[in-house]
Nanobody
C-alpha cells in the first residue's frame, strides 16, 4: 500500500522560508511522477510543482523563481523548498504520486494528508 506523509508546514512571516517533505513508502516502481498541490480555503486545489523520475521539473507560474522541488530517490522523499513566501501562498499543501513517466494529466494515484502553510503579512 502506497503511503505519502507530508511534514514541514508551519507559520511564517512574508518573505520567510519553509521546506516541506513528503516521505513515500509501499512501492518499488522506478518510473513515476511526484507533485505538490495546494488548496486555500474557498479555492480549488491547484498544482504547485512536479518532478518525474528523470528529474524533469515543472512549476506553476505563481511560484517560479521562489519554490524548488527536489527528491532523494534513495530515501523516497520529495521536498519543496519555499522561499520569499507571500500571504497568498497560505494553503494546505499536499504531496501526490502517479506511476507513469509523464507528469501531464489530472489523474494521480495516491495523496498525502496535507501539511498547513500559513504566511502572515
Amino acid at each position: 500500500q502506497v503511503q505519502l506523509v507530508e511534514s514541514g508546514g508551519g507559520s511564517v512571516q512574508a518573505g520567510g522560508s519553509l521546506r516541506l517533505s513528503c516521505a513515500a513508502s509501499g512501492y518499488t516502481y522506478n518510473t513515476y511522477c511526484m507533485g505538490w498541490f495546494r488548496q486555500a480555503p474557498g479555492k480549488e486545489r491547484e498544482g504547485v510543482a512536479s518532478i518525474d523520475s528523470g528529474g524533469r521539473r515543472t512549476y506553476a507560474d505563481s511560484v517560479k523563481g521562489r519554490f524548488t522541488i527536489s527528491q532523494d530517490n534513495a530515501k523516497k522523499t520529495l521536498y519543496l523548498q519555499m522561499n520569499s513566501l507571500k500571504p497568498e501562498d497560505t494553503a494546505l499543501y499536499y504531496c501526490t504520486i502517479r506511476f507513469h513517466p509523464s507528469c501531464s494529466g489530472d489523474i494521480w494515484d495516491t495523496w498525502g494528508q496535507g501539511t498547513q502553510v500559513t504566511v502572515s503579512s
